[in-house]
C-alpha cells in the first residue's frame, strides 16, 4: 500500500510539473502547409486530426509544434480498453480517504496544454464521445463524478490522429466526432526529402541513404500484393543507424527492414531479393 | 471390323508413343527442387516490387519440334533449330523455362538465375513500345541485341547487387557460343559483336554500340548498322540466317491481341449431353500458340469433293475420311492426343459448349475460357464473383454468377415431428448454447476501474490494521459481456449430399436436423445471424437460397424453408462463400463467424474440380479473412485435412467421423467460436 501512495503521490506531482518543452528542437522537415495550418488552428481553438500510415512522422509533427508553439504536450496511447474514467480520472484511495486523481486529458484542459489521442479509432466508444465538448464552441470537460465542469484554459488544443489502413473493419469514427476536427492528411515524403531525414536521423551516408529510400519506394509497390504494412520512414532510420553503426547493409535490411514487415514466406523471399539485387555489402 | 494395316499402324502409334514418353521420363528427371513453379510466386512479388505493377511471369513453352520436311528440304542450318524453352516476353508478361540450370562452377544458383532472368525480361518488356519490329532477320537481332546491352547497363547502375550475376551469365553463356567456322560471313560479323558483348561488363556498353535511351534510338542503330554490314559482305552473296539464342539474349514474343476464342455453335440437337464417363486426362508437353483465324479459312460454302471410286468401299462411316481416329475411338489415350498436339507450332482456338473428352494440362494454361456455357438456366438476376485461377495466379476473366433463387416451402410438420423425435438432442444442443446469453458483469477487486470497491477497501482497511501485507485491488467496473457477433451458417447442398450414412439417414437429413436445431437455439441468443444453402451448375449459375436473412424473425417461415432442402447439383464453393462474406461485412459486429457445412470438395461441370476449386475456395477464405470475417469448416469427407487445412489453416475446420452428431458438433463449435 505504501508503494502505491508513493506512487499515486508522485503522480499527483506530475501534473504540476507539466511545463512547455524546452531544450532542442524536434527534428521536423515540412512537407507542405502543416506547419502553418496547425498554427493556425492553435490560435483559432480549432482541434486538429492526424491521418496517415504507421511511422511517417505524425507524432514528430505534434511535438515539433508543441515546441514552437511553447505549450505542454500531453501523450495518451488509445487502446482497446481505454475508458473514459481513463482520460478525465478517478477517484484513488489515500490515508483512508478517497483522492480525486485527475486522468491526462483533465490535467491538460486545467493547464492548457497540447492533448495528442494517439490511434484515437482504438478506444472505446464511451472515451472518444467524452472528448465532443471540448472540440466545439463550448470547449469545457463535464466530469461527472465530481460535478466539475471545467472550462478549458488558453492554448489548450486536441490532437488526436489515427492511420486509415491500418485500422480494424469494425473500428471507425463515427461522423459526429470527425466533423470537430481540421483533418491533416500525411504521408511518407517524397524520396529526397526522406533522404534528408535519414540523414539527419542517423548519420548514415549520403549513397546508402539514397539506396534505403530506392529499396523502401520499391516494396511499397508490394502494399496491394499481401503486405499490410509498408515501410515507413521510421523503419528506414532504424536500418540507416543499424548500417551507420557498422552492420553490413544486407544484413540490417534484413533484420530491420524485411522480416519486421511480413511472415509470408514468397513476401519475406521476395523483398530479400530485392535488397539483394539493390544493395552490395 | 479393323483392317490387319489399321492394327499395325495402331500398333506401332502406341510403341513410338511409349518408347518416346519413356526416353522423355528419363532425361527429364533432373533436379527439379528449384523450378519455376516453386519459385514463380517469389519472382512476381520481386517483379512487382520493382516496376510498380503487376509483371505475370508464365511458363516458357519449348520451340516445336522441327518436321522430317523442314529438316530435309528446310533452309534452317543445324546449329539454329531451337532445342530448349527460352526466357522471353511478350511487352506485358515474362515468360521463364521451367528449369535452367547453369552449374556450380558459375557460382550462379538456380534461384539467382531465375531472378536476373526474370528481371532483365521485365525490364525489356517495359521497354517495348515499338508495335512494328524491323522484318528484316539481321536488323531485328542487332535491335534485340542492341535492347538487351541497355537493359542490361541500367540492372548494372541501378541494382549493384545483380552485378556480379549478370558478369557470370554472360562469362557462362560466351563458353557455350558456337563456332564461326559453319557460319557465313554476315553471320560472323553478328556472333563476334555478340561475343564482343559478352566479354564485356555490364556497365560498359562495347562499340560499335552506342547507349539507346529510346527503343526507336536502339532501332535506328540496328538498321544502320545492318546495312552496313549487308555492304561489308556483299561480295559473298550469302544471305543471313540468324544468331543462336541463349539465356542472356531469350526471345522477343509478339504482343498479344485481346481476341476471345471463335465461337463453335451448335445446332439444337448437339447441346451438351452427359457423358457416360469422365474425361481422360493427360499432360500436354508443349502447348501450341493460339493463332489468329484468317479470313477465308473456314469456307460456308463447300467446294468439290474426293469420291474414292475403288470398290469395295472400305469405310463406310466415314466416306471422306474426315475424322482423325482418336474422334472414333473414345478408348484412345489422351496422352498420345497430348503428343500429337504439342507437336503443333500453333493451333487455332474454338470454344464449344459441348462435353469435354479429353483434357489435356499443359504449363502455361490459355487465358481464355474455351468451355461456353448456356445461360438462362437461373431465371434471377445474377451478382458477379471473381474466381481465381491458381495457374495463372490471378482472377479469372469471367466471372462466377451468384444467383438468389427463392427458397420452397416444405411440410410443416416435418419440423414438429423432429423435435418430437429428438427432445434429447434438441436438449443438448440448448445447453450448450446457452450459457452464452449477454449479460452485465460488475468485475470486483480490480487493480484499476471506474469506481471503487468499497466492500474490497473495507476488507484492506482491516487486514491492514491487522498488520496483514496490503492489498491493491481496491477497484471495480461493469462492462456489459455484449460479445457482438454475427453469424453465417452456409450448408453444402450439392447432389452428393443424398448419399446415406445410415439406414434411414441421408447427409442431407443430417443437415436439415443440425440447422434445425441449432436455429432454434441461435434464436435465443439475440446475436444477428443467416443461413444460406448453396448448389449450383456452371460459372453461370451459382445459386444461393436464404434459408434465413439477418433481418427475419419468422420461425415457422424458416422451418419450413429447412424442411424443403433436398440435394442438388455441384459445389462452387468460391463464389458461395464471396457472396456470404460481402453478406457478413455489411454487418456491423465487432466478430463475425462464417460456419461452411460441407461434405467434400468443392467441383463443378467445368474446370471447377480438383487443385482449381480447392485454390478457388481457399483465395475466397483469405478474402473473408482481410474483412475481419472468421472463416471455419465442418465437413463429413474423412479426406478433409488433405486440403482443408490449406484452405482454413489448422484448427479452423472440424472432420465429423459420425456425421449422426453434426447438431450438437455445429453447437459445440459455435459455443467455442463464440466465447473466443
Given at each position: ?276 539485387a539493390t544493395l552490395v555489402d | 471390323m479393323a483392317e490387319p494395316e489399321e492394327l499395325i499402324i495402331d500398333a506401332a502409334r502406341h510403341a513410338t508413343a511409349f518408347v518416346s514418353r519413356l526416353w522423355d521420363h528419363d532425361n527429364n528427371a533432373s533436379d527439379s527442387s528449384c523450378t519455376l513453379s516453386v519459385c514463380r ?636
Open positions: 500500500m505504501e508503494d502505491l501512495l508513493t506512487e499515486l503521490r508522485n503522480s499527483e506531482n506530475s501534473h504540476q510539473s507539466l511545463h512547455p518543452p524546452g531544450g532542442e528542437e524536434p527534428y521536423y522537415l515540412p512537407l507542405g502547409d502543416e506547419v502553418s495550418i496547425f498554427t493556425q488552428c492553435h490560435l483559432r481553438n480549432l482541434a486538429v486530426m492526424l491521418k496517415g500510415p504507421t511511422g511517417c512522422g505524425k507524432t514528430r509533427f505534434v511535438e515539433h509544434m508543441a515546441w514552437r508553439l511553447k505549450r505542454p504536450l500531453v501523450i495518451v496511447s488509445c487502446h482497446d480498453d481505454l475508458t473514459a474514467a481513463d482520460l478525465v480520472g478517478r477517484f484513488l484511495i489515500r490515508d483512508n480517504a478517497t483522492v480525486w486523481q485527475d486522468g491526462p486529458l483533465t490535467r491538460a484542459v486545467r493547464t492548457g496544454a497540447i492533448c495528442y489521442l494517439d490511434e484515437v479509432v482504438e478506444a472505446r466508444q464511451d472515451a472518444v464521445v467524452v472528448i465532443h465538448p471540448l472540440t466545439d464552441y463550448r470547449r469545457v470537460l463535464p466530469i461527472d463524478k465530481t460535478g466539475e465542469l471545467i472550462e478549458a484554459a488558453p492554448g489548450f488544443q486536441l490532437v488526436i490522429s489515427y492511420n486509415p489502413g491500418y485500422q480494424h473493419v469494425t473500428k471507425d469514427l463515427k461522423p459526429s466526432t470527425r466533423q470537430r476536427f481540421v483533418a491533416l492528411d500525411f504521408d511518407f515524403p517524397p524520396p529526397e526529402r526522406e533522404v534528408e531525414i535519414i540523414l539527419h536521423e542517423s548519420s548514415a551516408e549520403r549513397g546508402m541513404a539514397h539506396d534505403l529510400v530506392a529499396l523502401a519506394c520499391r516494396i511499397r509497390g508490394l502494399a496491394d500484393r499481401g503486405l499490410a504494412e509498408v515501410p515507413s520512414t521510421r523503419l528506414l532510420v532504424a536500418t540507416a543507424r543499424l548500417i551507420a553503426n557498422g552492420i553490413a547493409p544486407r544484413l540490417a535490411c534484413h533484420v530491420a527492414l524485411v522480416s519486421p514487415l511480413s511472415d509470408d514466406p514468397a513476401l519475406v523471399a521476395a523483398m530479400r531479393d530485392l535488397v539483394d | 510466386q517469389r519472382l512476381e512479388f520481386f517483379l512487382t516490387a520493382v516496376h510498380g505493377h503487376e509483371v505475370p511471369v508464365r511458363v516458357a513453352q519449348p520451340p516445336p519440334p522441327p518436321s522430317a520436311l523442314s529438316r530435309l528440304f528446310g533452309r534452317i542450318p543445324q546449329h539454329l533449330i531451337e532445342t530448349c524453352p527460352l526466357p522471353a516476353n511478350d511487352g506485358a508478361r515474362v515468360f521463364l523455362p521451367m528449369q535452367v540450370d547453369l552449374g556450380e562452377k558459375n557460382g550462379l544458383s538456380t534461384l539467382r538465375l531465375f531472378r536476373l532472368l526474370a528481371l532483365q525480361q521485365a525490364q525489356r518488356a517495359q521497354r517495348r513500345q515499338i508495335q512494328t519490329l524491323p522484318a528484316d532477320t539481321l536488323a531485328l537481332d542487332l535491335f534485340h541485341l542492341s535492347e538487351a546491352v541497355v537493359v542490361d547497363h541500367v540492372l548494372a547502375l541501378h541494382f549493384a547487387g545483380l552485378r556480379h550475376d549478370l558478369i557470370a551469365l554472360r562469362r557462362a553463356m560466351l563458353q557455350a557460343r558456337p563456332q564461326l567456322t559453319p557460319l557465313n560471313e554476315p553471320e560472323r560479323v553478328v556472333e563476334e559483336l555478340y561475343c564482343r558483348i559478352l566479354k564485356a561488363c555490364p556497365d560498359v556498353i562495347p562499340p560499335p554500340l552506342a547507349l539507346a535511351l529510346k527503343p526507336e534510338d536502339s532501332l535506328d542503330w540496328a538498321v544502320e548498322m545492318g546495312k552496313k554490314i549487308t555492304i561489308q559482305t556483299e561480295t559473298t552473296s550469302m544471305r543471313y540466317r540468324g544468331c543462336v539464342k541463349d539465356l542472356w539474349l531469350g526471345k522477343m514474343l509478339p504482343i498479344p491481341t485481346d481476341s476471345q476464342p471463335d465461337r463453335y455453335h451448335e445446332s439444337v440437337r448437339d447441346l451438351p449431353e452427359p457423358l457416360a464417363k469422365p474425361p481422360r486426362s493427360a499432360k500436354l508437353p508443349r502447348r501450341p500458340e493460339v493463332r489468329e483465324r484468317k479470313q477465308d479459312e473456314d469456307d460456308e460454302a463447300q467446294g468439290m469433293w474426293m469420291v474414292q471410286k475403288d470398290d469395295p468401299q472400305q469405310h463406310v462411316e466415314d466416306p471422306a475420311g474426315l475424322q482423325r481416329p482418336a474422334d472414333r475411338d473414345d478408348d484412345a489415350d489422351a496422352g498420345d492426343l497430348a503428343d500429337s498436339l504439342s507437336e503443333l507450332p500453333e493451333a487455332q482456338l474454338i470454344s464449344s459448349s459441348k462435353a469435354v473428352r479429353e483434357l489435356l494440362l499443359a504449363d502455361d494454361p490459355l487465358d481464355q475460357r474455351t468451355t461456353q456455357v448456356h445461360r438462362g438456366k437461373g431465371g434471377t438476376h445474377g451478382i458477379a464473383y471473381p474466381e481465381w485461377d491458381f495457374r495463372v495466379s490471378r482472377y479469372h476473366k469471367e466471372s462466377a454468377i451468384v444467383r438468389l433463387q427463392p427458397p420452397l416451402l416444405g411440410d410443416v410438420a416435418w419440423a414438429e415431428s423432429v423435435l418430437a423425435q429428438r427432445p434429447a438432442l434438441l436438449n443438448q444442443v440448448q445447453r450448450r448454447l446457452e450459457g452464452l446469453r449477454p449479460k452485465r458483469v460488475r468485475h470486483h477487486r480490480q487493480p484499476d476501474g471506474d469506481d471503487l470497491d468499497i466492500n474490497a477497501y473495507v476488507n484492506a482497511f482491516a487486514e491492514r490494521q491487522a498488520g496483514l501485507p496490503p492489498q491493491d485491488r481496491l477497484y471495480q467496473f461493469t462492462r456489459a459481456v455484449r460479445r457482438d457477433i454475427a453469424v453465417a451458417l452456409l450448408i453444402d447442398i450439392s447432389g452428393s449430399t443424398d448419399g446415406w450414412i445410415s439406414q434411414e439417414l441421408r447427409i442431407i437429413d443430417v443437415e436439415k436436423e443440425a440447422l434445425l436445431l441449432v436455429y432454434l437455439a441461435l434464436t435465443k441468443l439475440d446475436d444477428p445471424f443467416c443461413i444460406y444453402a448453396f448448389s449450383g451448375e456452371s460459372a453461370q449459375n451459382v445459386s444461393l437460397w436464404p434459408l434465413k436473412n439477418f433481418e427475419e424473425n419468422d420461425r415457422t417461415l424458416v422451418q419450413r424453408r429447412i424442411a424443403a432442402l433436398e440435394p442438388q447439383l455441384y459445389t462452387r464453393a468460391g463464389a458461395a462463400i464471396r457472396h456470404i462474406t460481402s453478406l457478413l461485412a455489411a454487418i456491423n459486429s465487432r466478430y463475425r463467424l462464417l460456419i461452411l457445412l460441407s461434405d467434400g470438395k468443392p467441383n463443378d461441370v467445368d474446370h471447377y474440380e480438383g487443385r482449381y476449386g480447392v485454390e478457388d475456395m481457399r483465395q475466397a477464405v483469405a478474402e473473408a479473412r482481410l474483412q475481419a470475417i472468421h472463416p471455419f469448416c465442418i465437413t463429413v469427407d474423412r479426406h478433409a485435412p488433405h486440403y482443408l487445412a490449406r484452405v482454413f489453416g489448422a484448427r479452423h475446420y472440424a472432420v465429423l467421423r459420425q456425421a449422426e452428431t453434426l447438431p450438437v458438433v455445429l453447437a459445440d463449435v459455435l459455443r467455442r467460436l463464440i466465447r473466443r
